[in-house]
């Protein structure tokens, strides 16, 4: 599926929208650009959860966990991991195969320890048609 925003506020209700479906266990993987909106994504995302806490990159500690939510968040920001046997360092089974939904920022670069069900989630920017313009791919719902 392809969705085509606008805004930061309809990134924001597209990613809210996908959280409201989300069930335990999914992976959502998330790829794009810096500042493509990643970010404004998974805090509409952890919304459609029912998150009410502050949702930031954890750019410093790989995961961060919102367990307030009708089911767990397990926010992953790999951009900063040299090598995905890091990945087993923090546990991450326990996160992907959990009770929980994780979303995985920057996800290509650990693309062989993501499952084949993954959902695939790419933003893409494109200034011909405007500075807030984002194009967003969904693959695996």
Known sequence: ???ETMSEKETFELGKKLGAKA???????LDGDLGVGKTVF???????LGIEENVNSP?????????????PLYHFDVYRIGE?????EIGYEEYFFGQGVSLIEWSKLIEELIPNEAIQVTIEKNL?????YRKITVEGI
């Open 1 to 3: 599926m392809i969705f």
């Open 23 to 29: 069930e335990p266990g999914q992976i959502f993987c």
């Open 42 to 48: 998974t805090q509409g995302f952890a919304k459609g």
């Open 59 to 71: 750019t410093f500690t790989i995961v961060q966990v919102y367990d307030e939510g009708r089911i």
């Open 84 to 88: 995905p046997e890091e990945m087993y």
């Open 128 to 132: 011909d048609k405007g500075l807030d």
